[in-house]
């Protein structure tokens, strides 16, 4: 089992920078690939950004440019630099890893922090 801790959601105005992490614990063999969702009130979940154990990013194009992500692997530790932030960027962002135990693939879910960026 893994568990996933989001920290770093508040209140911003915009323009403003916030820095999430999400910290991995268990036991597994490998975090494939990590990534930050956000979920907007009447809205899907969406991928914001993504990150492979190899370092390789994808990220939404709303967010290219303004969004970092990394990882520090050693720690199991996964962190989202959001500048530039913008009233559309308000969500709850939830951390997502893939992971690999015993042979097989499973992916978790933390709980989602609030991110509220006001105009």
């Known amino acids: 089992q893994v568990e996933l801790v989001e920290s770093g959601g508040g209140l911003v105005q915009a323009g403003g920078s916030l820095r999430l992490s999400c910290a991995a614990s268990?036991?597994?063999?490998?975090?494939?690939?990590t990534g930050w969702y956000r979920q907007a009130p009447g809205k899907q979940r969406e991928l914001v950004a993504a990150?492979?154990?190899?370092?390789?990013?994808n990220y939404a194009d709303s967010v290219k440019g303004r969004f970092t992500i990394s990882r520090e692997n050693a720690k199991n530790m996964v962190y989202l630099q959001m500048n530039s932030l913008k009233p559309e960027d308000t969500a709850v962002y939830y951390c997502?890893?893939?992971?690999?135990?015993?042979?097989?693939?499973?992916?978790?879910w933390g709980q989602g922090t609030q991110v509220t960026v006001s105009s």
């Open positions: 997502n890893a893939a992971v690999i135990n015993l042979g097989r693939m499973y992916e978790y």
């Open positions: 268990g036991s597994f063999f490998s975090m494939l690939r």
């Open positions: 990150i492979t154990e190899g370092g390789s990013t």
